[in-house]
């Protein structure tokens, strides 16, 4: 077998001619070559194959200690994925949770390692979602990026508050504009960024948000988002393009969360006391401009 099938390589069409010529006939039906005996009917096998990659046998899946207890991990891991992701217990605590509990300890066959390499693998399927928003990574010079951050402010009585700062970036340039709010409303976000807007003397052509209550109502199955009225007449009326990081992915914003530090730190620290809220915000698109020089 092996001496034909290093032929076939050579020569496969002449192979059924090479072993007639060269071969002679036993009285078993066998050919016999050099002292190696070759059925026909292997020889015939060989000459009409196509395919010649290994057939992949797949992996028998093997029965797990932890099996009874994975539907109860997976409702667990399900329900955790509802809430945000500082609310979530970790795999470790899921661990020990079915140790804590009289029941479910009793079915407990594996270790600590066992279910935490179980948990983390079941976290990342059962969190991917059916939607996907694509990320730019070039970004052109009319494209923004819009974010919330939270300030403190001396009130009228002394004590410090905490109040809102919305930030407009443009990552191709790293300029960044921001104005100071109480709540992060839709109706602050619609009037900072027309404030910004007015400042600058133009809009984005295209403003990437994250899931902001202010902004959208709900994410549908489809990745679709249901916009806030007010907020969709905004967009509507500025004929930008809005448009929305994945669920739980500040990273795809990086350049206004890094801007909106970079901002507090420089100009809203120690925190300011403010008298006129509209001169306070026409003083801070000035230090903007400044702080592009």
């Given at each position: 077998?092996?001496?034909?099938?290093?032929?076939?390589?050579?020569?496969?069409?002449?192979?059924?001619?090479?072993?007639?010529?060269?071969?002679?006939?036993?009285?078993?039906?066998?050919?016999?070559?050099?002292?190696?005996?070759?059925?026909?009917?292997t020889v015939k096998k060989y000459a009409d194959k196509e395919?010649?990659?290994?057939?992949?046998?797949?992996?028998?899946?093997?029965?797990?200690?932890?099996?009874?207890?994975?539907?109860?991990?997976?409702?667990?891991?399900?329900?955790?994925?509802?809430?945000?992701?500082?609310?979530?217990?970790?795999?470790?605590?899921?661990?020990?949770?079915?140790?804590?509990?009289?029941?479910?300890?009793?079915?407990?066959?594996?270790?600590?390692?066992?279910?935490?390499?179980?948990?983390?693998?079941?976290?990342?399927?059962?969190?991917?979602?059916?939607?996907?928003?694509?990320?730019?990574?070039?970004?052109?010079?009319?494209?923004?990026?819009?974010?919330?951050?939270?300030?403190?402010?001396?009130?009228?009585?002394?004590?410090?508050?905490?109040?809102?700062?919305?930030?407009?970036?443009?990552?191709?340039?790293?300029?960044?504009?921001?104005?100071?709010?109480?709540?992060?409303?839709?109706?602050?976000?619609?009037?900072?960024?027309?404030?910004?807007?007015?400042?600058?003397?133009?809009?984005?052509?295209?403003?990437?948000?994250?899931?902001?209550?202010?902004?959208?109502?709900?994410?549908?199955?489809?990745?679709?988002?249901?916009?806030?009225?007010?907020?969709m007449r905004f967009t509507m009326h500025h004929r930008y393009?809005?448009?929305?990081?994945?669920?739980?992915?500040?990273?795809?914003?990086?350049?206004?969360?890094?801007?909106?530090?970079?901002?507090?730190?420089?100009?809203?620290?120690?925190?300011?006391?403010?008298?006129?809220l509209e001169a306070f915000n026409q003083e801070l698109l000035?230090?903007?401009?400044?702080?592009?020089?």
């Amino acid at each position: 077998m092996f001496l034909a099938g290093k032929y076939i390589e050579r020569n496969r069409t002449n192979l059924l001619t090479f072993y007639v010529t060269n071969y002679m006939m036993m009285s078993d039906g066998n050919w016999l070559v050099h002292g190696l005996f070759a059925d026909f009917a292997t020889v015939k096998k060989y000459a009409d194959k196509e395919d010649w990659n290994m057939a992949y046998k797949p992996r028998k899946q093997r029965k797990s200690g932890l099996d009874p207890l994975k539907p109860t991990i997976d409702e667990w891991i399900r329900e955790d994925l509802k809430r945000k992701r500082k609310h979530r217990r970790t795999a470790t605590k899921i661990y020990n949770d079915l140790v804590a509990n009289e029941t479910l300890s009793q079915l407990l066959l594996v270790g600590k390692q066992t279910v935490t390499n179980y948990v983390s693998k079941r976290k990342k399927e059962l969190s991917v979602t059916p939607y996907s928003t694509a990320m730019y990574t070039l970004h052109a010079m009319c494209e923004a990026q819009v974010d919330f951050g939270e300030i403190l402010v001396v009130g009228k009585n002394g004590a410090e508050e905490k109040w809102r700062i919305l930030v407009l970036s443009f990552p191709w340039s790293n300029a960044g504009f921001m104005q100071v709010c109480r709540n992060e409303t839709k109706e602050c976000l619609c009037e900072a960024l027309l404030k910004i807007f007015e400042h600058i003397g133009g809009v984005p052509f295209r403003i990437l948000f994250d899931n902001m209550s202010s902004a959208v109502v709900h994410i549908e199955a489809d990745g679709n988002r249901k916009l806030t009225e007010m907020f969709m007449r905004f967009t509507m009326h500025h004929r930008y393009k809005a448009e929305f990081c994945n669920p739980d992915s500040p990273h795809e914003k990086g350049n206004v969360e890094n801007k909106v530090g970079y901002l507090r730190r420089n100009y809203l620290l120690p925190p300011p006391r403010i008298e006129d809220l509209e001169a306070f915000n026409q003083e801070l698109l000035e230090k903007c401009n400044l702080d592009l020089e």
